[in-house]
């Protein structure tokens, strides 16, 4: 029903910055609720990072990325961003684009959504 897929991750340096994109597509790509990001380390669990409601532009982020990183949507491409700035050996991981047509808690929980994109790797060197 809603197809999303990541692109931008790449292999960087510490302190380098990264814009990853999420295009959404499929019958109901246009009646999302919520986007946003989360990240899964090697042998760690999955880790909310952003989030953003998509006709509000309420945001929502993980500690750890506050101040460094920035989520937005671009409603002409039906497409949500994260832009990644000062990153960290820390923030080396699996970016998972994810999506949910319906209200459902805060968006901090990975239950709380239905789609996920492939996810992109984003690798930080030190």
């Known amino acids: 029903q809603v197809q999303l897929v990541e692109s931008g991750g790449g292999l960087v340096q510490a302190g380098d910055s990264l814009r990853l994109s999420c295009a959404a597509s499929?019958?109901?790509?246009?009646?999302?609720?919520?986007l946003g990001w989360f990240r899964q380390a090697p042998g760690k669990e999955r880790e909310f990072v952003s989030a953003?409601?998509?006709?509000?532009?309420?945001?929502n982020y993980a500690d750890s990325v506050k101040g460094r990183f920035t989520i937005s949507r671009d409603f002409a491409k039906n497409t949500v961003y994260l832009q990644m700035n000062a990153l960290k050996p820390e923030d080396t991981a699996v970016y998972f684009c994810?999506?949910?047509?319906?209200?459902?808690?805060?968006?901090?929980?990975?239950?709380?959504?239905?789609?996920w994109g492939q996810g992109t790797q984003v690798t930080v060197s030190s």
């Open positions: 994810v999506a949910n047509v319906v209200y459902s808690g805060r968006g901090l929980q990975a239950r709380d959504y239905d789609y």
């Open positions: 499929g019958r109901a790509s246009y009646n999302t609720y919520r």
């Open positions: 953003i409601t998509w006709s509000g532009g309420t945001t």
